[in-house]
T-cell receptor, first 113, second 115 residues
Framework: GDSVTQMEGPVTLSEEAFLTINCTYT??????LFWYVQYPGEGLQLLLK?????DKGSNKGFEATYRKETTSFHLEKGSVQVSDSAVYFC????????????FGKGTRLHILP | DAGVIQSPRHEVTEMGQEVTLRCKPI?????LFWYRQTMMRGLELLIY????????DSGMPEDRFSAKMPNASFSTLKIQPSEPRDSAVYFC?????????????FGDGTRLSIL
């Protein structure tokens, strides 16, 4: 079945460092891809999404490009802030199949001041 | 705009007791999802509804768990009897036309502790 694999955390970076969180997926159809972020004590919230190959999703300085040839959707940010400390989830959905979103296990990010 | 509303935010109870978690989805959303999050297992989908009808309950751990959606604006997840291993954060999420790959909107969760 469809699945999402993302790099294990925790990832610890200094403020203003460059961030990459790797995500690869397996899907039989043509899924949409998402990154969700979970801040402490809160639910997941959508960070960005891409619905087809070569689409780039972006929000709050974060970017991810839907790469069909490598089945990847890596999350990047050029200069992280302490407030970016959170857990990040890569996810996919294939509406042609069902209503579910398949989530990765999450990557915890710590940004040091 | 009101988001997904869950209650209670925290619940502490003794094992064997009945626990009821509540969720009010975003108005107009027609899909509702219940998740459980633990350190060991991460985020698990328990059950989801579409237009108030349960579609997939394969993630419900066992018969002690049940979920209902009597109308478009309310859902409950019940555990009876509760056990310490049920301790987790339970999230409700809703979406509109999820078949169009629309994102899910999550509530802030209910942190459940079974003593």
């Amino acid at each position: 079945g469809d699945s999402v694999t993302q790099m294990e955390g925790p990832v610890t970076l200094s403020e203003e460092a460059f961030l990459t969180i790797n995500c690869t997926y397996t899907a039989t159809g043509y899924p949409s891809l998402f990154w969700y972020v979970q801040y402490p004590g809160e639910g997941l919230q959508l960070l960005l999404k891409a619905t087809k190959a070569d689409d780039k999703g972006s929000n709050k300085g974060f970017e991810a490009t839907y790469r069909k040839e490598t089945t990847s959707f890596h999350l990047e940010k050029g200069s992280v802030q302490v407030s970016d400390s959170a857990v990040y989830f890569c996810a996919l959905s294939d509406g042609d199949r069902d209503d579910k979103i398949i989530f990765g296990k999450g990557t915890r990010l710590h940004i040091l001041p | 705009d009101a988001g997904v509303i869950q209650s209670p935010r925290h619940e502490v109870t003794e094992m064997g007791q009945e626990v009821t978690l509540r969720c009010k989805p975003i108005s107009g959303h027609n899909s509702l999802f219940w998740y459980r999050q633990t350190m060991m297992r991460g985020l698990e989908l328990l059950i989801y509804f579409n237009n108030n009808v349960p579609i997939d309950d394969s993630g419900m751990p066992e018969d002690r768990f049940s979920a209902k959606m009597p109308n478009a604006s309310f859902s409950t997840l019940k555990i009876q009897p509760s056990e310490p291993r049920d301790s987790a954060v339970y999230f409700c999420a809703s979406s509109f036309e999820s078949r169009l790959n629309q994102p899910q909107h999550f509530g802030d969760g209910t942190r459940l502790s079974i003593l």
